[in-house]
């Protein structure tokens, strides 16, 4: 099928670790993001890759680091995990970046990530 | 700051009936999307408006967008319990050239 897929689904992980969350895209976009969706639904830009090359990248600490290694993947690597990094962090892309978006954004089904 | 902010943040209504979601934003805007996103998965686009347009239709749904008014609504007709789902509208700013998303209408139908 052809679709956004981020592994895993769940993360459950103590403070201070490392870990990864895994995105891949088949639909031959040019343009991935990641977002982050707090508990209150707010969903927020971190970082976007446009043909591997980042374009956006937000006021995120940088404890966080995107990695594509080719255009139809684009992993999200997180340091020492902190309490306020629990959320739900989602997987997207695009056809092309124009800046004014008028390719419609296609999502994954979102990692769960609780950080205790 | 958001971009965008929905109203109302909840709205609960029986199958059959129509849905009415507004999205009111702040700066002037290059198109406005509305996205659904249903529990646990993530948001599927369901329709871009620019700004030069004032109505957008597509099956059931209708965008109207007012940029004097900088606002937006999305209207579900004869709505279902499959419609059951959190609304979002994003934004594009000229010079942000980002997709900033709104707070989201938690729509519930009941059979």
């Known amino acids: 099928d052809t679709a956004v897929s981020q592994t895993p689904k769940y993360l459950v992980t103590q403070m201070g670790n490392d870990k990864s969350i895994k995105c891949e895209q088949n639909?031959?976009?040019?343009?991935m993001y990641w977002y982050k969706q707090d508990s209150k639904k707010f969903l927020k830009i971190m970082f976007s890759?446009?043909?591997?090359?980042?374009?956006i990248n937000e006021t995120v600490p940088n404890r966080f680091s995107p990695k594509s290694p080719d255009k139809a993947h684009l992993n999200l690597h997180i340091n020492s995990l902190e309490l306020g990094d629990s959320a739900v962090y989602f997987c997207?892309?695009?056809?092309?970046?124009?800046?004014?978006?008028?390719?419609?954004?296609?999502f994954g089904n979102g990692t769960r990530l609780t950080v205790t | 700051s958001q971009q965008g902010e929905e109203d109302p943040q909840a709205l609960s209504i029986q199958e059959g009936e129509n849905a009415t979601m507004n999205c009111s934003y702040k700066t002037s805007i290059n198109n406005l999307q509305w996205y659904r996103q249903n529990s646990g998965r993530g948001l599927v686009h369901l329709i871009l408006?620019?700004?030069?347009?004032r109505e957008k239709h597509s099956g059931r749904l209708r965008v109207t967008l007012d940029t004097s008014k900088k606002s937006s609504s999305l209207l579900i007709t004869a709505s279902r319990a499959a419609d059951t789902a959190s609304y979002f509208c994003a934004t594009v700013t000229g010079t942000a050239s980002k997709l900033t998303f709104g707070t989201g209408t938690r729509l519930q139908v009941t059979l």
């Open positions: 997207a892309s695009s056809q092309e970046f124009t800046g004014s978006y008028n390719s419609p954004l296609h």
């Open positions: 639909l031959g976009h040019d343009t």
């Open positions: 890759y446009n043909n591997k090359e980042l374009i």
């Open positions: 408006i620019r700004s030069n347009e």
